[in-house]
Every structure is written in structure tokens, then in C-alpha cells.
């Protein structure tokens, strides 16, 4: 394993855009960063100009950046989905037999992506595994929802990390890749990802934990997350060259930690 400690800095200048790309795994195959929630990981088809990971990476690769040189980077593919929205581990092949490698594997239910989400409410059980095939909205072809009949097989399997009053923090295992899957699951159980508007999860606040929470004067509160609270934590698969296990994790954003610190200072269960 290759060690570069120091973030990947990309940039947008002429739209003040500048991000510093965290990371979490590299070796002479394989390349893995903390991609920040709100940074596209592809192209967008409905906002192609959109600024995207990818293609930051790639534009960097082209113009000699210092993390390509250093890195002798010439090809970088992604290897699986990650929404705009959503913060976590993405994993990237450095060759196209690498990317076609790990293909294979991903085609098989393996391997499996770890999502952390906080939700509104309580799973009811310790664990639940939703088996409900996924196809896109007909009324909103950027979001996914439930088809049993015509959607295709995707398994989220859904385990309770902690409970708060009034709120839950899960872990969520997928064993397929499909597009907003976690969110359009847990949509499907009622128990929407806090902060996800467009599958109607609510706003964390914290004046619904804190007594006697005020808001400044000619202030209004802003909630805890300023999207879905969830976030892609790690990645475990088997090496595409060495054939050894691996997994890779991505810490934790700010605002999921904030997010939680509160709920256990204020809504932590009383036995």
C-alpha cells in the first residue's frame, strides 16, 4: 500500500469551488477517497455542467496536476454509485482489467457497501432485511421508488447502532448497487433518512431536543444536516489482484457527528 497522507486539492476557480479530497485506502491498483456530500461523484444528466469528482480527477490527470505526477495516475474509473447528496467511501480502479475485475465481483452481491443513517422513529426490531426491487419514479425520474413487479432486485439489510428517543441510528448493508437504494428503502419502511426532502425525511432540529432552545433575534434555526443524514461508511470486498479481504472507511462528516453528539446529550434512553 502506497501512503499519501495529503488530501487531493481540486478546484473550480472561476466558480470558487475548491474542495480537498480525502484519502482513505491507495495502492498501485486501487485508489479510494471521502468524497464530501454535494459533490457529484459522475456526470449529472439533468445538470451535466455540474462540477463532478470524476471528472475533476480526470481534468487533473490531463493537465499534470501534482497528485496525478506523484501518483503517476493515467486512467481512474469508479467502481459504484454514490449519490450527490451523500458523503462516504469511494473506491476507484487505477486500470481498466482492474475496473473489469472488480465488476465481476460487484455482479455477484459481493462486495458489500456499509451505510450509516439516522432516522425519525424506530425499526421495531433489532434487524430487518427489506428485499424490494427498485425503479425510477415516474413523476420524478431523479428519485427511485418500490416496484415489486417491475423493479429490480435490490436487498438493503437494515441494523440497529443506537437508539435515541424518538430516533434511530442504523447501519444499512447492501448486497446490490442500485441507485438511491438506501434512501428509497428506508422511504419504503416509512423511516425516510433525516433531512432527505425529497424522500420525506424531516429536519433535525435542535430545538426538538433542547429544552427551552431560542433562536436569535431576527434569526431563523438551521437544521442539524443540511441534507440526508446518511453517509457511505465503508466498503469491504476481495482485492482484484492479490484476492485478499479488504475493507476501507471513510470517518464520519461533521454534521453526522454533531448530529449525533446532540442526540446522545439529549435524547439518549432512559432504562
Known amino acids: 500500500m502506497t501512503t499519501h497522507p495529503l488530501p487531493i486539492k481540486l478546484s473550480v476557480p472561476e466558480a470558487h469551488l475548491f474542495w480537498e479530497i480525502e484519502v482513505l485506502y491507495e495502492d498501485e491498483h486501487l485508489l479510494a477517497v471521502s468524497k464530501p456530500a454535494g459533490l457529484h461523484a459522475t456526470p449529472d444528466r439533468e445538470a451535466p455542467r455540474m462540477p463532478h469528482l470524476m471528472g475533476l480527477l480526470h481534468a487533473g490527470i490531463a493537465q499534470a496536476k501534482p497528485f496525478a505526477t506523484s501518483r503517476h495516475l493515467s486512467y481512474l474509473a469508479s467502481t459504484h454509485r454514490l449519490d450527490p447528496e451523500v458523503s462516504g467511501v469511494l473506491l476507484m480502479a487505477k486500470s481498466k482489467p482492474v475496473l473489469i475485475a472488480l465488476a465481476n465481483e460487484f455482479s455477484t452481491g459481493k462486495p458489500y457497501l456499509g451505510y450509516v443513517a439516522l432516522v425519525a422513529g424506530d425499526l421495531g426490531q433489532a434487524k430487518l432485511t427489506v428485499n424490494a426491487g427498485l425503479i425510477e419514479h415516474p413523476q420524478r425520474p431523479d428519485l427511485q421508488r418500490v416496484d415489486t413487479k417491475k423493479g429490480k432486485m435490490a436487498r438493503t439489510e437494515l441494523t440497529i447502532a443506537e437508539k435515541f428517543r424518538g430516533y434511530s441510528l442504523l447501519n444499512c448493508r447492501l448486497s446490490t448497487h442500485r441507485h438511491h437504494q438506501v434512501r428509497a428503502h428506508l422511504q419504503h419502511i416509512k423511516l425516510p433518512a433525516c433531512g432527505d426532502k425529497p424522500y420525506g425525511g424531516k429536519q433535525l432540529l435542535l430545538s426538538q431536543m433542547k429544552k427551552r432552545y431560542q433562536v436569535k433575534d431576527g434569526k431563523s434555526e438551521r437544521p442539524l444536516t443540511t441534507g440526508p443524514a446518511l453517509h457511505a461508511e465503508r466498503i469491504w470486498?476481495?482485492?482484484?489482484?492479490?484476492?485478499?479481504?479488504?475493507?476501507?472507511?471513510?470517518?464520519?462528516?461533521?454534521?453526522?457527528?454533531?448530529?449525533?453528539?446532540?442526540?446522545?446529550?439529549?435524547?439518549?434512553?432512559?432504562?
Open 237 to 271: 470486498f476481495k482485492h482484484p489482484v492479490t484476492g485478499l479481504p479488504l475493507e476501507i472507511r471513510a470517518p464520519w462528516p461533521k454534521e453526522l457527528t454533531v448530529a449525533v453528539k446532540y442526540l446522545r446529550r439529549y435524547m439518549a434512553n432512559s432504562f
